[in-house]
């Protein structure tokens, strides 16, 4: 069974730029939770989709947003690239409800975004 | 609200020896415990978690936690490493019965095992 699927694995933008990631979930989950990581700031939550619904948000600026598709297939995207986003973007996917923290999440090996 | 802290932000340790990485959290109510590793260039994987039940956990690749609630604690051990156990540990707490964004993760601490 495939698992998280992220690409593209490495990403150079110039600040004032902007920038797509995708995330393809396993086969059947159906949440998909987004999560930035920074040695300064550690992991710090996103967003989260359920069935192309946005459950949850985390403490990021509008520049931040996402969408989730109809086969689950999460994209985030991020405008007007400031040089404090370059961080490990990690997707991770769950096969049950978000609101149910008991269900694993299972992370992909993430996009490191360098905004230059 | 809750926190987690994780005192050791490194921690070097041979190889077939034991190690013990610490984790203490706050909060009012109870709530679950994990423990994440995450390898250099990839994702977080989770190795345990604690939801309810006995206090000692355990995980996969030859881990285990405990947890106490006095302490507040919830320690990672294993008693003999291996040079692949080389990667950040991440300690995360949440309230019961909510959603990922609510998970808090503490700073992380870097196991790196020497030959």
């Known amino acids: 069974k495939a698992g998280v699927t992220q690409t593209p694995r490495y990403l150079i933008k110039t600040r004032g730029q902007q920038v797509t990631l995708s995330c393809s979930p396993i086969s059947g989950h159906r949440s998909v939770s987004w999560y930035q990581q920074t040695p300064g700031q550690g992991l710090q939550f996103l967003f989260e989709?359920?069935?192309?619904?946005?459950?949850n948000k985390g403490n990021f600026p509008g520049r931040f947003s996402g969408r989730q598709f109809s086969n689950s297939r999460s994209e985030m995207n991020v405008s007007t690239l400031e040089l404090g986003d370059s961080a490990l973007y990690l997707c991770?996917?769950?096969?049950?409800?978000?609101?149910?923290?008991?269900?694993?999440?299972?992370f992909g090996q993430g996009t490191r975004l360098t905004v230059v | 609200a809750q926190s987690v802290t994780q005192l050791d932000s490194q921690v070097p340790v041979f190889e077939e020896a034991p190690v013990e990485l610490r984790c203490n959290y706050s909060s009012s109510v109870s709530v679950y415990l994990f423990w994440y590793v995450q390898y250099p260039n990839q994702g977080l994987q989770l190795l345990l978690k604690y939801l309810s039940g006995s206090t000692l956990v355990k995980g996969i690749n030859g881990f285990e936690a405990e947890f106490n609630k006095s302490q507040t604690s919830f320690h990672l051990r294993k008693p003999s490493v291996h040079i692949s156990d080389t990667a950040e540990y991440f300690c995360?707490?949440?309230?019961?019965?909510?959603?990922?964004?609510?998970?808090?993760f503490g700073p992380g601490t870097s196991l790196s095992v020497i030959p």
């Open positions: 995360a707490v949440s309230l019961p019965k909510t959603s990922y964004d609510k998970v808090i």
């Open positions: 989709y359920f069935s192309e619904t946005q459950r």
């Open positions: 991770a996917s769950s096969p049950r409800d978000p609101k149910r923290i008991e269900a694993e999440a299972f």
